[in-house]
């Protein structure tokens, strides 16, 4: 059987949730991070109709590459940096701006920027304000800003981040926390900042600065813990559907899938659709998490397997094999699916696996 599991990417929504960035943070400049293939949505795809942003940032060196060969005019962004000399001369020679958040990573820009005195460089500078992931340590701060601006080919091509690690909670006391040290930390660097990302963005002007760093809302899923992305006029990007490929009338008493985890109290149709975990749709789902079909939500019933979920839709007896089936999208929120799955919506866009056909909908770039 041919693949029936599809997820259609509207590119018009794309465009949308980038103009809700636009009119939320007017005085930023965008760094569209579209790291791990876009969050599932295609990297080159994404990127091509995003047009109008300013640069991109992405995790790892090749989608780094990928992404300045296809945009030789954009600020290209490298999060986490590099890790030897080599992996450094070569997105310097390419222009791509990798993240510095260590001392090793300035003893290595030191030794490159010596034998390529001549060379001018784009970097950012990461400073550890409370998340404790990657970047400065705030007692190093300034000896490391010393360090970088006494090489002549950083001059005036150096900006500053750090990260917000409880941004999704808008009310958490640890934002304006690393806001204020944040602040503080960079009051006398002459350089342009950056502190937010999509729930920061859309949390507090203040967390603003010169360039903000929106990825999951461009997709349309909420960056909050609470409420919905719709509560943001954020529009889902992917749709993600399926097909029946059987219907079944199941008596009560009977039992669905695998371990004979589900039975009927009284008698029902199943009908089976294609898709299951091997495509990305996550298997640890509640119980009853739904689908739409025709536009009516009706519960997935058993476990879902490598290829197949069941689905009962009771009494109802006018669907037919071929028929759509809505797993995500439009009127079925990814957040909502995320929550049934004890997940977050950036793991299951992240996750549709390459047995999913992708269709992108509405012109890449505009005319």
Sequence with gaps: MSRVAIASINIDALKHNVSVVKKAAPNSKILAVVKANAYGHGLLEITNALQDVDGFAVAHFEEAVKVREAHPEKVVVLLQGFSDEIELTLLLSQNIQPVIHSSFQIDLLEKVAAQNPSEKFSIWLKIDTGMHRLGIMPKDVQSAWQRLTGLTNFSGNIKVM???????KVAHPNNDVQFELFQNLTEDIPAEKSLSNSAGLLAKKKYHFDWVRPGIMLYGASPFTYGSAEDNDLKPVMRLTSRIIAI???KKGETVGYGSCWTPEKDTTIVVVGIGYGDGYPRQLEENTPVLISGNRFPIVGRVSMDMICVDVGETNNFAIGDE???????LPVDEIAEKASTIAYELLCRVTARVKYQYENSIVDE
């Design 162 to 168: 750090s990260h917000l690690a409880n941004a999704d």
């Design 248 to 250: 079944n009338g199941i």
């Design 325 to 331: 089936v809505l797993l995500w999208g439009e009127g």
